[in-house]
């Protein structure tokens, strides 16, 4: 099956900060969260060098330039590295608290149709391709020398031209050919993708704009579509107008509600959500009381709506890890397969692999999903993002009443990551003709900030 579809990207931009709202019908499906000083590694492929091998946990370390090793699982029954030697690699998580970077040896580069595989032959099916799709994409392909480097084909793959494919095919081994080149280690073969040109080749095929609030990224990503997507490159459009990009669209309040703990649902359920570090734990309630007669057949239909917006908010949250949900208890079995096979479906568009176990009588449910960039609710609650949600919202208060000075009270840390960050604030003040004075209030809660007139 192929990722759930997008048909619109609105992208807001500070000079610290980048987001892109993926939507669907107005709805958001995922939110992009870019930061220069805070730049992801994942999907770098690094030449590194082997700095300990551990069998006890199964694992060795690489140094990779980073401040920690990274830390590489050693494949069962595969002939572990040698200490000191030489290895390439592909960063698959990145680097968080006294934990490095997560790495592989196996990497993949991504094209738009198709994914190479170094040091793998041969042409694999994306799970989301259909059988018959991937005959075409094999028969397309068969003069291309899959011998040393093999191939991917992904979902986008249905429906391109047998020359695209092949010229992807060749201008990726190109590309890799190259990369291996490269002196030193360790040393970067290949750069992080870039996540917004990577969201829009994804998603090319369904996608019906893609606007921007910042005409040197416009041009930025105009650049890249044109390379790798030339049709897409008629997408793309400025956004000019006083009103900030996300609030005009009602993406703001919809990035507030993904961030908020509990969820409503319209048949009369909620989610209640927690993320904490070693898992996130959601729990399935009914607001009002069902008598017995009435409880299996409430309980599955809650049940089920519950199965596909947990699946939606697990995305849009960019949850990752392991996932218990306890969903309301049912007595009869097929109904437990039911709601099971419902998250299952649910999920399956997820661009991220999702892992759905079987439910427990009482109601457990255990999930799993690739953990790569830190969820939503991290990149949102420290003093950066704070200062940052500061300065939008005070550049929203001016286009609604212009003329007027604002007074902006904070916390003093996100006072003072604001200051660290000059071209931001230098950006918002001169949206804010007025002036914005920041002050720091050392009673003020670490989250939230308030705003009025100077």
Known sequence: MKPAGVDEILVDRLPGETRAALLLQGRLVSLIVARPGQASLVGAVI?????????????????????????????????????????TVQVTKDAAGDKGAGLTDRPLIQGRFLTLRPGQPGLERSRRLAPEVFAGVTKALKD?????????ANPA????????????????????????????TPARLLPAPDPLLRAVLDHAASLRSVVLDDAGALNALRAGIEELAPE?????????????????????????????RRVRLKGGAALTMDEIDALTVIDVDLAEQISAGDWERAALA?????????????RLRDIGGIVVVDFLR???????????????????????????????PAGLVELTRR????SLKQLASGPLAQGFALLRAAMAAAAARPGRGLKARAAPAVV???????????????????????????????LGFEIGPA
Request: proline share 5%.
């Open 47 to 87: 030449r590194g060098r082997v700095t300990a091998v551990r069998r006890d946990q199964g694992a060795a370390y690489v140094e990779i330039g980073a401040d920690k090793a990274g830390f590489l699982s050693l494949r069962r029954g595969a002939k572990p590295p040698v200490q000191g030697a030489s290895l």
């Open 144 to 152: 291309v020398d899959a011998t040393r480097v093999g191939f991917i």
């Open 157 to 184: 793959a249905e429906g391109a031209a047998d020359a695209a494919l092949q010229a992807e095919a060749k201008a990726l081994a190109a590309s890799w050919a190259a990369a291996e080149k490269r002196a030193g």
């Open 232 to 260: 897409a490159a008629a997408l793309l459009a400025h956004h000019a107008g006083p009103a900030p990009l996300f609030r005009r669209r009602d993406v703001e309040a919809q990035i507030e509600a993904a961030l908020a």
């Open 302 to 314: 809650a049940n089920l709506e519950a199965a596909e917006e947990i699946a939606r908010q697990i």
């Open 330 to 360: 049912l007595s009869r079995p097929e109904h437990r397969r039911r709601v099971v096979e419902a998250l299952r479906r649910a999920s399956s568009g997820d661009p991220q692999q999702v892992d759905v176990l079987g439910m427990t």
């Open 371 to 374: 953990r790569g960039r830190p």
């Open 416 to 446: 003072e990551a604001l200051e660290g960050e000059a071209a931001s604030l230098a950006h918002a003040r001169a949206r804010i003709a007025a002036g914005l004075e920041l002050v720091g209030e050392p009673a003020h809660p670490a």
